[in-house]
């Protein structure tokens, strides 16, 4: 049978988060009642309210066909990528470096290697960085540190 | 009550305040430079920028932030007029005709047509603003958690359904959005909701990661391998060449005018906002035009009407925000963020108790709208220039922006965790086809909602029929009711009608 993948998908997602939340909600917090409700009231009607959702669109999956969008994931996780990179520099060596691993992963997702506009990028967005946040906003972030 | 003439006097000592103007400046500046850019829209600009709130007086931020509003869709239409590519997604019709003209020989009769639009449409706007503002929050502090409850609902669901795409996803965003609301402290009982142990997670998870994630990461997630050649452009203009003949000129008037109101109208209302309005104002040209055959190939009214309407658009959007504390989309819910930000309590008395800031927001947009004609006539080789900027060099800048953003609300690296967790699902929920925008808006409005349910529920002993007991509070739920079951029917009767077809096809 034909159906619409990505409704599907999104549909059995949806139910799992919804059914989670009502679920987590129900055994964790107090409900209360409707005149004083508790800390979980709110949320677990939220849940179950999502869920309904996810079956709503599972149902409406079968009716319909349509095309998976062109994606290009291993771009994507490249981009995603340079998150955590630039998380665990700034933590360990500081705002310049962090810039840098940013500017060299992201660069391998567009275009192929070029050394000498990658570093010059790498410059340019340091000063820029360096002058708007330090400089202008005076934030705490020093440009080099070595915390191992 | 302060007179109109106190709060404009007011308004222009605060606006025109050294620091206020810079930030002003600042503001349509970086709108003009996302607003030019086709992908980065107004919304991702302010999450970039949004984490500045928490570091900037509220004021200067507010200016900054709305300029940046805005000016994108000034900004955008250029990027529609010389490259057939909406720079923001309200600018899209302003392609049709701009296009066709530019395409004629007279790209810049086109972009001063587009400028000279999205000025007066903006100024049109604001005088609404101006005037209508205190009348409904005067009404709007007779309101209680009933009528709020209701209010935030209508706003909510018709903020999704009206939008394009599958109703029952935008639905489904909402809630999610609403869900990642409750995160944190419960206002009534001071007990944590799914903080998982995690002191990070105790006040929520904020904003600006989410924001950042669902929008900024997974837009560049998803255009990411793709930066195709852009098209080159010329980029020679002068003034002169510019303005367009006198008989053209004259013709002008009556689509500004009738733009601007249907901007207007359509910006105030929940859910619709400036791209239906430049859409309606496009539609409406083409129906009362003598010849409606020279649409689509260069009319002078299918730029000016349009820029018109997403312009005005933009600023009454600001009216429910600021008058009721609802904002009808994400980008006034971030606004309404900003407000929270600071700890001021959005909301009817906002103009009585914060004079100053509302007026001096308020005549900040026409200081802004100066500085956007400033930036977009003379300087107007300066954006297209910036159109040819790789993107290679683009996406690391942005990527930059974001981290930065990110790390400096807290200067820890959690949020840059939680700003990873929310890119992978904005990416997911991109390549599925769920919108990120309603995602937002429950996130800032539920638990504003959460909060007027309960007091309502108490009011009422816990009985939920007293919604319905109130006139207003029955009214606006019943437009919300109706508005769900003309989703629900048009739905049903758009997946018959496929499957009709489909079936067709197989025998």
Redesign the interface.
């Known amino acids: 049978m034909k159906r619409d993948i990505k409704d599907l998908a999104g549909g059995l997602l949806l139910l799992a988060f919804g059914v989670f939340w009502a679920g987590y909600a129900i055994t964790h917090y107090n409900l209360g009642s409707m005149r004083r409700m508790g800390p979980g009231m709110f949320p677990a009607g939220i849940g179950i309210l999502i869920a309904l959702m996810g079956i709503a669109l599972i149902v409406t999956s079968a009716l319909k066909t349509d095309a998976m969008p062109d994606i290009r994931p291993a771009a994507a996780l490249r981009v995603l990528a340079t998150v955590p990179a630039f998380a665990l520099a700034m933590y360990y060596l500081g705002l310049i470096p962090a810039i840098g691993t940013i500017v060299l992963i992201a660069w391998g997702a567009e275009d192929r290697f070029r050394p000498l506009a990658i570093v010059a990028l790498w410059a340019a967005l340091s000063i820029l960085a360096y002058t708007i946040f330090n400089l202008g906003l005076g934030l705490p972030m020093p440009a080099f540190r070595w915390r191992f | 009550m302060m007179s109109l003439f106190d709060g404009i006097v007011l308004g222009l000592t605060t606006a025109l305040s050294w620091i206020n103007l810079i930030y002003c400046f600042v503001g349509v500046l970086i709108g003009t430079v996302t607003g030019v850019l086709p992908g980065i829209g107004a919304i991702t600009a302010i999450s970039m920028l949004f984490p ?1 709130t928490y ?1 900037l007086d509220t004021i200067p931020a507010l200016i900054m932030l709305a300029g940046i509003w805005y000016g994108s869709t000034f900004g955008g239409a250029i990027t529609s007029i010389l490259l057939n590519m909406p720079g923001t997604p309200a600018n899209a019709v302003t392609c049709l005709d701009g296009h066709p003209m530019a395409k004629e020989g007279r790209p810049g009769v086109a972009l001063f047509l587009a400028i000279f639009g999205s000025f007066s449409g903006g100024c049109i706007g604001i005088v609404l603003i101006m005037t209508l503002s205190p009348g409904i929050a005067e009404f709007g502090l007779k309101f209680s958690a009933f009528e709020y409850f209701a209010l935030i609902t209508l706003g909510l669901v018709a903020a999704t359904v009206i939008s394009q795409g ?1 109703a ?2 935008g ?2 965003m909402v ?2 959005g ?2 990642f609301g ?1 995160v944190g402290m ?1 206002v ?2 001071g ?1 944590f ?2 903080n998982f142990g995690l002191l990070e997670l105790a006040e929520g998870i904020s904003l600006v990661p989410l924001a950042m994630g669902i929008f900024g ?1 997974a837009e ?3 255009t ?4 195709d050649a852009r098209p080159k452009i010329d980029g020679k203009f002068s003034m002169r060449q510019m303005l367009p003949e006198r008989h053209e000129f004259r013709k002008l008037g009556l689509p500004i005018l009738r733009g601007s109101a249907i901007g207007s109208f359509l910006g105030a209302l929940p859910g619709a906002g400036p791209a239906i309005a430049a859409y309606m104002a496009y539609a409406v040209e083409v129906r009362v035009a003598k010849n409606p055959e020279r649409f689509g190939k260069g009319a002078p009214e299918g730029i000016i009407a349009p820029e018109a309407a997403n312009n005005a658009a933009d600023q009454t959007a600001f009216i429910p925000t600021l008058t009721l504390g609802i904002p009808g989309s994400p980008t006034m819910a971030l606004m309404l963020a900003a407000l929270l930000v600071a700890g001021i309590a959005p909301g009817p008395s906002l103009i009585s108790d914060e004079p100053e800031l509302f007026w001096g927001l308020i005549m900040s947009f026409w200081i802004g709208s100066i500085f956007l004609v400033i930036l977009n006539l003379p300087l107007i080789s300066v954006w297209v220039k910036l159109l040819s900027v ?4 683009l ?3 942005i ?2 922006f974001l ?2 953003g990110t ?2 609300v807290s ?1 820890a ?1 959690f949020d ?2 939680l ?2 967790g929310f ?2 699902m904005g ?3 991109r ?4 919108p990120a925008a309603p995602m937002l808006l429950g996130f800032v409005l ?1 638990p504003l909602m ?1 909060e007027h ?2 007091r309502a ?2 009011i009422a ?4 029929m007293v919604f319905l007991e109130r006139p207003m509070s029955a009214t606006i739920l019943g437009l919300t009711a109706l508005l769900l079951v003309m989703t629900a029917v048009s ?1 049903l009767r758009r ?2 009608r ?2 009709a077809a ?1 079936d067709e096809v197989a025998q």
Do not use: Q
């Open positions: 500045l570091h599958s029952i996803k639905l489904a809630m999610m609403i869900a409750t419960d009534y009982t007990g909701r799914f990461m560049l997630m998803y990411a391998g793709r930066s790789p993107y290679p060099y996406a690391p800048a990527l930059m981290c930065i790390y400096s200067n690296p840059l965790w700003m990873f890119g992978l990416y997911v929920m390549v599925l086809g769920f539920g959460e349910f309960r529920m108490l002993r816990g009985d939920p739905t997946l018959a496929r499957k489909r």
